[in-house]
């Protein structure tokens, strides 16, 4: 089992800057891949960015060259760095992990509320 905590949402200006933070526990070994996905009142849940074991990382192409997505495997830790933050941002953001242990597992954070407004 994994377990995902995230932290580092809040009230945001328009095109102010936050970090979000999402450390992992638990059988943090069969982790191939972390991310962040976000939901927003109303919308189904999307892909912000992900990067897997390799380096490879991805993109909505809504939060490109704004967004910007980073691992800290001695900490276990996944962090998005979000500038440029518009009022179309205000979402839930949550934690993600692909693991393979036998089978492929996704694990969920709780969710943490990102809004951006004057």
């Known amino acids: 089992q994994v377990q995902l905590v995230e932290s580092g949402g809040g009230l945001v200006q328009p095109g102010g800057s936050l970090r979000l933070s999402c450390v992992a526990s638990g059988t943090t070994f069969s982790i191939i891949g972390m991310g962040w996905y976000r939901q927003a009142p109303g919308k189904q849940r999307e892909l912000v960015a992900d990067s897997t074991d390799g380096e490879i990382s991805r993109y909505a192409d809504s939060v490109k060259g704004r967004f910007s997505i980073s691992r800290d495997r001695t900490k276990n830790t996944v962090y998005l760095q979000m500038n440029s933050l518009t009022p179309e941002d205000t979402a839930v953001y949550y934690c993600?992990?692909?693991?393979?242990?036998?089978?492929?597992?996704?694990?969920w954070g709780q969710g943490t509320l990102v809004t951006v407004s004057s």
């Open positions: 993600h992990a692909a693991a393979l242990w036998g089978e492929y597992i996704e694990y």
